[in-house]
């Protein structure tokens, strides 16, 4: 699947998520999954716990994350 088709996936919508991207304007913040894979989920222990997920929304949240750091600049990010 395309970049474009990835991203495609990820939706913002104010009355969904209070406004966070989300994975196909589902309850599913694109947040939750990037957290859960650096946590050291895999793919599929994802698509276990959330059966209404697929592998490609997992792929255009790694997407959207990287179409976010492409800017030619980036302040400090503090961690929480």
Do not use: H, W
Not at 3 to 27: A, E, H, Q, Y
């Amino acid at each position: 699947m395309e970049t474009k088709d990835l991203l495609n996936r990820i939706t913002i919508n104010p009355n969904v998520s209070f406004g966070k991207p989300t994975i196909r304007n589902m309850r599913y913040p694109v947040e939750v999954i990037l957290d859960l894979l650096s946590a050291g989920m895999t793919v599929q222990e994802i698509l276990e716990d959330f059966p209404d997920l697929e592998a490609d929304d997992i792929r255009a949240c790694l997407a959207f994350a990287v179409k976010l750091l492409s800017v030619k600049s980036i302040l400090q990010v503090k961690a929480a």
